[in-house]
């Protein structure tokens, strides 16, 4: 009986880590639940399951030591840069970390990297594209390869021109093509913004150089992402956008549960590939250049675009005003060094503080 201790259990990944515990209750059990404000699913999952502990993360400080202590996997699935908190205490305590939050290698990579390193913990991806990677590479974060390439849907704008964008809406943006994921995600990637974010992952995850990762835009999401080696080979994971098999996945790797739908390619018939439009997408540039930067100027470059997204999605700023705001914050947030918590926060709270004061003077 694997012990899970699931943070984010209301959101969009944390239900699909539920109906796992819930399809296999001889496999699998919580020993810790926490939500982000959702109290009420909070409770309605306390009834179900019983975990040992159960916090709700609006209600203050948590006992983040004693969250991971008994779980055998920390399930991440927060959203935001509050993900790095919870990956950097269950790294401590060197724990297999299925994780989902991305802005925790975003904003963190380098600190959470030597956490896992130094305390032995393991990280196990979730994202889609990172799992289809760890797939193809048989299930080894240490395979060596020559090359990855992240595939994007390319969002729901990716037949718009640059003035269509203009006049996009919040509810045009959350309209996904192939997934469906929570607000946030869901805007970074019709952004692009969330590519970005992919790549500074892939770094991280699969101890990797920007040079060696790649993106291709996809439309279908049948091909989750890419490995090419050394040989010309090129190995491929495919299925249908299903996040139920990378969440099942990182719970059970190298074992497969029964989960998705037969993959049936006669149906299909075409898959489609282009090259991403960056000029179109420019908050994808500006987070590969963060990224590139280092230090603490991804952890500015996530604080400035959650405080976009967010006027965003209020119906505060018009779509192409997300990159401007990321660039106005990041170019005002001086760049240190990403060796301790404090600073990393310190740069994430500078970026949203800038970002604020560029939507005050609007
Ligand atoms: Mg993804």
Wanted: proline share 5%.
């Amino acid at each position: 009986m694997k012990k899970i201790a699931l943070i984010g259990c209301t959101g969009n990944i944390g239900q699909k880590v539920v109906d796992a515990v819930r399809c296999y209750p001889e496999k699998f059990c919580f020993s810790a639940l926490v939500c982000g404000k959702n109290r009420d699913a909070l409770h309605a999952l306390q009834e179900e399951f019983h975990p040992p502990l159960a916090f709700c993360a609006a209600d203050g400080a948590l006992p983040l030591d004693e969250i991971f202590s008994s779980c055998d996997i920390a399930f991440l699935a927060p959203s935001g840069f509050a993900g790095l908190e919870y990956a950097l205490a269950a790294a401590r305590q060197g724990k297999v970390i299925a994780l989902s939050n991305k802005e925790s290698l975003v904003a963190g990579g380098e600190l959470l990297m030597k956490e896992v390193k130094d305390r032995g913990a393991t990280l196990i991806p979730v994202d889609s594209e990172h799992s289809a990677i760890f797939q193809a590479l048989s299930c080894r974060l240490d395979t060596p390869f020559k090359k990855l390439i992240l595939t994007a849907s390319g969002g729901p704008f990716l037949r718009l021109s640059k003035e269509e964008l203009e006049h996009v809406t919040p509810k045009d943006a959350l309209r996904h093509p192939t997934y469906a994921m929570g607000r946030k995600i869901t805007i970074d990637s019709a952004t692009m913004l969330n590519k970005g974010y992919e790549v500074i992952e892939a770094k991280w995850l699969f101890s990797t150089t920007f040079e060696k990762i790649e993106t291709l835009v996809h439309p279908e999401s049948i091909v989750h992402s890419l490995v090419c080696f050394e040989d010309g080979a090129t190995i491929a994971e495919m299925g249908y956008p299903d996040m139920r098999v990378p969440v099942r996945l990182a719970l059970t790797y190298p074992e497969r549960l029964p989960c998705g739908e037969d993959l049936d390619l006669t149906k299909l018939q075409t898959l489609h590939f282009e090259q991403l439009d960056k000029e179109k997408f420019p908050c994808f540039t500006l987070a590969l250049e963060a990224g590139k930067s280092g230090g603490t100027a991804p952890a500015a470059l996530n604080g400035a675009a959650e405080v976009a997204v967010d006027a965003f999605l209020k119906g505060g700023i018009s779509f192409p005003k997300i990159a401007e705001i990321i660039l106005y914050a990041l170019d005002k947030t001086p760049i240190a060094q990403a060796d301790a918590f404090e600073t990393v926060k310190a740069a994430d709270q500078l970026a949203r503080a800038h970002a604020k004061r560029y939507l005050y003077d609007l």
